[in-house]
């Protein structure tokens, strides 16, 4: 932290002397007329060259793939971690007219239950997400895990899972 305060003293200091100099060169020196042509050339080859890399990375990047060429369809060659994960699965439509919400979660914003075996308690986790959001669901999950560090009252295999969520309103 001393080295940043270093830092940041020495970047002070050195930005006044330059206004100080750059003030001087502009008003007082003989060179005035020459300072400006200089900072004009210096501000206007900078933007030109940012321009410049610009059109470079634009002219020697490949275009991405389409989506189109991607192949999304599961098929008997696709490997999966675990057989049972098929079984929940959900594919086709759904109508969406009553719909508000759609969170998509991993595992580890499940709410910790005593016994692994029960059914999850959806009641209890829209009302959690419907009073204070995923970061409530969070909040919630991760206080009752921390109640629970040895994994006793609600068994599990590791203190707590990562979380990756994501929440879509419907209008």
Request: aromatic residues 12%.
């Amino acid at each position: 932290m001393s080295n940043d305060r270093t830092l940041g003293g020495a970047i002070l200091v050195g930005s006044i002397a330059g206004i100080v100099i750059y003030f001087w060169l502009l008003f007082m020196s003989p060179w005035a007329w020459l300072t400006i042509q200089v900072s004009a050339f210096a501000a206007v080859g900078m933007v030109l060259i940012i321009i410049a890399w610009i059109g470079y990375t634009l002219a020697t990047t490949p275009p991405p793939m389409p989506l189109e060429d991607f192949d999304f369809d599961m098929d008997e060659d696709t490997e999966i971690g675990e057989e049972d994960a098929t079984k929940f699965f959900n594919t086709g439509k759904i109508e969406l007219k009553n719909i508000e919400n759609i969170i998509l979660f991993t595992d580890g914003l499940l709410l910790p239950k005593e016994n692994p075996e029960e059914k999850e308690d959806w009641n209890k986790f829209v009302k959690i997400y419907k009073k204070s959001g995923l970061g409530g669901l969070l909040k919630y999950v991760r206080e009752t895990e921390e109640s629970d560090p040895k994994c006793y009252l609600y068994p599990r295999f590791k203190k707590h899972d990562d979380v990756a969520a994501i929440s879509i309103k419907i209008e």
